[in-house]
């Protein structure tokens, strides 16, 4: 078929009724299907912008919230707070699509000073992973949670958790399935 006889595509962006979605929203619906297809898992879509990686979803969060709050926010859609716990998976997480701005990630040394845990009750140290920046943590217990940083694209702060910073959740498949496909 050659372009001239192709049909058009959804160029009309003056053509949506109230209520549909915009050009701009199709068009990540169409990478993300892909994407997840991709990854064999269905992830939440089209409004929901998670994206799959080794069997999770995850999502990039715009709006910007405390430590609490951003669990909070995960939890609501029967998640957690990311956990990269390898570097492929960090490295997917952060080069989700968000803006600009440091992200927090789910792991903490609140419960204990410099015994840093995932919200999942993983060690950080049995993963035998970690991305800390250079000379971080620093902050003692004035820092107990963690970033992935822009200014040093991927790598990990701590920093205090009060902070109004962007986040990263992570849904597993029973969440996907529980709450999606109902
Ligand atoms: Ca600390
Ligand atoms: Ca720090």
Redesign the pocket.
Known sequence: MSLATREPTDTSIGGWRPGQPSPRRRRNASLLESRSMHMGLECPKPDYDYFSHTGICYKSFAEEKTYDKAKQTCAADRGMLAMPKDDATNTFIYGLEYGDGDRWIGLSDAASEDNWVFEDGQTLASTGYNNW?Q?????GEG?NCVVLRSENPTTW???GCNHNKRFICQLGKSAVASVFFF
């Open positions: 920046d000379d971080e943590p620093s902050g820092e702060n701590d920093l």
